[in-house]
């Protein structure tokens, strides 16, 4: 039997001893660095954009806010991310689903397919489906003949939203399943219970902390997205512009304010959504410890 009173050399607690105890001027020197950082990418772009934004007093934002192809920009944004988030999250469930609880053939194709768009540039999944839809794709004679209208119309925004998007929520429960395993599944399968009553009542709970966040970085990309969404949307002020591509017509044409006007509204979306995000952490933190520690 081993006395409680020899101590025992142990590597790993060694390790985290020596970088708890760091010095404190190294300690002081990271801080200041992830701090100025910070500052100036982050902080001061911000600040940079309200101010711009209400340059001219708080009359003047609301009348840029209040002009009729802004208010469109504004609708179309809205309209394509309550289109694209729900596409995105019943995809994004059940790709992590089958991803994280079952094997099969292609199963490692797939999850490389989920991150095609971290690495392909928005621009090119834009152009893309200008080859697919456009006058002289294939398709293209037979959409026209019929009067179906893709490119440079709300289904191919909500289509290019939609790919840049797909990858975040299926991202964000991938690892989170895998790590939880399917030992709450096969219980409640053994006990009776039937597919959809074991999702509804066994996987969901067990994810729903992981899926609002997807869902949350989802629908800031989707009101954010630029590059995919130029391509196929035409630039049809008053019909396919949204926010980004209303912004960047504002700014050429020197109305800083106008275009600062709406992308204080984008930078508001980012700050809400970290406010969020940090809320639900802060008021439930031990049940979204205690979920992904499952």
Known sequence: MADPHIETYDPEHEATSAAITESRPARAVLMAIAFVFLALFLVLPLVVVFNQAFAKGLETYLTS?????????????????????????????????AIAKFEFKGKAFLTTLID???SVSPVISGLVYVLLFGAQSALGPFLKAHGIEI??????IVLATVFVTFPFVARELIPLMQEQGTGDEEAALSLGASGWQTFWYVTLPNIKWGLLYGVLLCNARAMGEFGAVSVVSGHIRGQTNTMPLHVEILYNEYNAVGAFAVASLLAGLALVTLVLKTVLEMRYGAEIAATRGH
């Open 65 to 97: 806010l209040n002009d009729g192809d802004t208010l469109s920009a504004i609708r179309l944004t809205l309209i394509v991310a309550a289109i694209s988030v729900p596409l995105n999250l019943v995809f994004g469930l059940a790709a992590s689903w």
């Open 116 to 118: 095609l768009p971290f």
């Open 151 to 156: 490119l440079f119309a709300v289904p191919g």
